[in-house]
């Protein structure tokens, strides 16, 4: 590691250390009571942030052009600052008719298989990231970053923190508009996909439709757990009752 700090907290020792990997540079603290730090600090990082108990903050820098980008991430709630920008992105980021108000998303604030974030740079608002979760899987329901930060790797660092937030045993799932219907957007819809391919998702072969809507299902982790997803909209369901169908690409269609 380029730089490596011992320090003493009320709580235990805090072990600090900065590594670089290519360009990106990775800051970590390491807090722990009666734990012992792990012996063999040369092992990958990613085994260092999978310790148990021990992890307690992270961040990442990124350069691009010079400028590193430090991520950091806050709960959105009724009570954050900064709503009239979480809106904002919101109405621009989705067609109405896929959009929901951001009075619906506050309503979910309090449920213990739900968060809300914002992502900032810094101090710059970056996007936000709507997630509802169970033992199995974490399914992001909505995902926007702001149009002046997209394509700088915002996107795929989100993706990663929340990967490493909900942890391995449970996949990454979401949805996106699909190739094979007629649109008016096709090389939008294929840079969507493009983008997630490129940060490890993989298609279902299954559909979400409701409301006259149909999006194919995209999952990042060891297989697709359709019960457990239904489950995420069997939940939300008990709020406000709405129509859902999962359908399967035919074989003949592959």
């Known amino acids: 590691y380029e730089s490596q700090k011992k320090i003493t907290t009320r709580n235990g020792r805090c072990l600090l ?8 540079e990775i800051q970590v603290a390491f807090i ?66 896929e959009r929901i108000p951001l009075s619906d998303f506050l309503k979910l604030d309090g449920r213990d298989d739900y968060h809300f ?44 923190k929340l990967v490493d937030f909900y942890g391995p045993s449970r996949s990454m799932v979401l949805e996106v508009e699909r190739l094979d219907e007629p649109n008016d957007n096709p090389e939008q819809r294929a840079a969507r996909w493009d983008f997630y391919q490129r940060n490890g998702f993989k298609t279902s072969n299954a559909f979400l439709e409701y409301e006259g809507l149909s999006f194919e299902i995209l999952y990042r982790g060891d297989h697709f757990d359709e019960k457990a997803y239904r489950d995420i909209f069997h939940k939300l369901q008990e709020n406000a009752y709405f129509d859902f169908s999962i359908k399967h690409r035919r074989l003949s269609d592959l």
């Open 32 to 97: 722990h009571g009666s734990r012992s730090l792990p012996a063999d600090l040369s092992l990958p990082l990613k085994l260092a942030l999978a310790y148990q108990d021990v992890i307690m903050t992270y961040r990442y820098k990124h350069q691009k052009g010079g400028k590193f980008m430090v991520l950091r991430s806050q709960l959105i709630t009724k009570e954050f600052p900064e709503l009239d920008r979480v809106e904002r992105l919101n109405n621009e980021a989705f067609p109405e008719e």
């Open 117 to 160: 974030f914002a992502f900032y740079d810094e101090d710059d608002f970056v996007g936000f990231a709507s997630v509802l979760y169970n033992a199995k899987v974490f399914y992001v329901s909505f995902f926007a970053i702001v149009p002046q930060m997209r394509s700088h790797g915002y996107g795929s660092e989100i993706i990663d």
């Open 17 to 24: 250390f900065l590594t670089k990997r290519g360009d990106v």
